[in-house]
């Protein structure tokens, strides 16, 4: 039996089919991570959560979009600490939960949406799905990505991608490590819903002990490394007065004005 509980939601919907949850983002055609949208994430991850039953927790975006990112309104000085501590709450639940996460992307992936993407187990992405972390081009970094995206493709790949915020296609995300999976277009979301139901027939608790092993050593780190990531992040970096004119000039819709300062 399916059991949806949308309803609560304004910004994603939750349902859950037996040991499976299907989470799908839904905020626009972008599907942009809102305030509003880390709130619901947060809790609809802590109900899932709080489910033995479930094994299984498939994340995908409604419509051609997995996520373009977070808001970049939120980044504003009056706003800013208060999107960080919302978008890292959603991404510490995700890293701790119990259960098994699959994204399935599509489309833009793109900033926080990479970043909620990358931090699931297994990731089914489109060949033609658009991935980048493009925070660097506003005077900005993704924090996430600054602390986990070494252990997934290597250091000098993470600092090329974190540095000159190019795009990479889901090809290429294959090819260096954010993703598992190149499906063919159209045949993503069959994809990852065979694989979450071949997951789902295992026990949730042995999966649940055994992802609390393979992630033992990460563990102890992420948390530190992105503990530092946001103090630097508040600290120094919104201090910067380019941090400031990359946000104005994005909203603006103009080319910022670099003062190196």
């Known amino acids: ?3 949806a509980v949308e309803p609560k939601f304004s910004r994603l919907a939750l349902e859950v089919e037996s040991s499976l949850a299907r989470i799908a983002l839904r905020n626009g055609t972008l599907n942009i991570i809102d305030i509003a949208m880390m709130e619901e994430l947060t809790q609809a991850l802590a109900e899932v959560e709080s489910r033995a039953d479930v094994a299984v927790i498939l994340l995908y975006g409604e419509g051609k979009s997995f996520s373009a990112g977070v808001d970049v309104a939120a980044h504003t000085p009056d706003k800013v600490e208060a999107m960080l501590s919302k978008f890292h709450a959603v991404i510490r639940v995700l890293v701790g939960s119990k259960k098994v996460t699959i ?5 833009n992936c793109l900033g926080g949406g990479a970043e909620l993407a990358m931090m699931c187990d297994i990731v089914y992405t489109t060949a033609t799905a658009r991935w980048g972390f493009p ?12 602390t986990a995206l070494s252990a997934l ?7 090329e991608l974190i540095l000159t ?10 090819a260096m490590g954010l993703a598992n999976h190149t499906i063919a277009d159209g045949g993503l979301h069959s994809a990852a819903e065979q694989a979450a139901a071949e997951l789902a027939k295992l026990s949730p608790a042995a999966l ?4 609390k092993a393979l992630y033992a050593w990460d563990a102890m780190h992420f948390e530190k490394g992105l503990a530092r990531a946001e103090k630097i992040y ?3 970096l919104m201090k910067t007065a ?9 909203l603006q819709k103009r080319q910022p004005k670099w003062a190196g300062k």
């Open 103 to 107: 994204a399935a992307v599509d489309g």
């Open 135 to 146: 925070e660097i081009k506003l005077g900005c970094y993704p924090p996430v990505a600054c």
């Open 153 to 159: 493709v290597g250091q000098k790949r993470a600092a």
């Open 234 to 236: 508040m600290e120094e």
């Open 165 to 174: 915020g190019r795009n990479v296609s889901g090809t290429e995300a294959v």
């Open 242 to 250: 380019d941090a400031q004119e990359g946000i104005q000039a994005f």
């Open 1 to 3: 039996m399916s059991t």
């Open 208 to 211: 649940a002990v055994t992802k």
